[in-house]
């Protein structure tokens, strides 16, 4: 039986053999169903990341049934299904967490690789701190499995016109499909002037869910004065950024990671109460799942990037 997986920073994905602990007082045990693969967690694995407390104990997109809790845990019981977020040790058959780190989702759950729900609190986060206006045009560059969901996330109802740029053909359907007005292949031309010509202008909004070099420089590119830049992707190295355009234009530039939310569980409890609405729906970007006992597999094919996967996840090894 699997225990839990260790990133060893080398491409190599360890098993650790480490039972886990009691819950203390405020904790909760999970018995592992599901947990998403981050690409924080891929970057810990190839070593691009050099982080040896989460890789001892990597996992923050968990999904199970709760065994034990806590004193001082009363409003969740034994047989309770939860997601969780914010913290490590989720690739495991058992992880123990913090009771304000997880949050019931509803009895009927089978499939648990669609309610990991930690990366759609990120997008509950994000919406709350860009607020967007009424009659805003709003251009989302990346739609990978992050931005996709930021689509579905999107109040179009009152948004003038939504732009989406990727560079993979798929990803543009799916785009297309979550609401996205426009939509821009940026390899079959210019893409600020291509977004340009569908805005007839410049956006108010511009949200940068990519995290790769040059995409801030694009959103830049393509947001108008006084407008907003979302700082959505992760943006693991430096980067000389164009200051001296954010300063000229007064361009509000948010930077909305998660560790920027003033109550996270509070997103993360809106983020279920919205998938249970049907407003944030997985089953076409969960598309690839591992057994955990294949976390080697699972973590070098995800390092891989290959444009087939939209995100994975591990599911215990009996559901399989």
């Known amino acids: 039986m699997v225990k839990s997986v260790n990133l060893g920073g ?9 039972v886990p602990s009691r ?7 999970v018995k592992m169903r599901a947990c998403g693969i981050c690409q924080y967690d891929i970057k810990c694995f190839t070593g691009d990341v050099a982080d040896r407390v989460y890789s001892a104990s990597p996992g923050h997109e968990g999904v199970g049934i709760v065994e034990e809790v806590g004193e001082g845990v009363s409003d969740i019981q034994p047989g309770d299904k939860v997601t969780s977020t914010f913290l490590g040790g989720a690739m495991a058959d058992y992880f123990v967490a913090d009771r304000k780190s997880v949050e019931k989702i509803p009895a009927e759950v089978s499939e648990y690789q669609f309610w990991i729900s930690e990366p759609v609190a990120c997008v509950v986060n994000m919406l709350r701190q860009i607020q967007i206006e009424p009659g805003d045009r709003v251009v989302l560059i990346g739609c990978g499995y992050m931005g996709l969901l930021i689509l579905q996330g999107l109040p179009d109802s009152y948004i003038e016109r939504i732009v989406a740029i990727d560079a993979d053909e798929e990803r543009c359907r799916l785009a297309e499909r979550y609401g996205a007005d426009v939509v821009i292949n940026a390899r079959q031309g210019d893409a600020v002037q291509c977004a340009f010509n569908a805005l007839d202008g410049k956006a108010e909004v511009v949200i940068e869910a990519v995290g790769k070099s040059g995409t801030l420089s694009m959103a830049s590119d393509m947001v108008e004065q006084g407008g907003r830049i979302c700082i959505f992707g992760h ?3 430096e980067e000389l950024l164009p200051t001296g355009i954010w300063h000229m234009q007064g361009i509000l530039v948010l930077n909305t990671t998660p560790f920027s939310s003033k109550n996270f569980h509070g997103d993360l409890t809106a983020a279920v109460r919205l998938m249970a609405k049907g407003v944030f729906d997985q089953h076409e970007l969960v598309n690839r799942i591992y057994p955990l006992s294949d976390a080697q597999r699972a973590l070098g094919e995800v390092s891989q990037h290959s444009p087939d996967i939209i995100k994975a996840a591990l599911v215990a090894d009996e559901l399989l």
Do not use: C, K, M, S
């Open 235 to 237: 943006h693991a190295g």
């Open 10 to 18: 080398d491409r190599t994905a360890l098993i650790n053999t480490q």
């Open 23 to 29: 819950p203390l007082y405020g904790q909760v045990l």
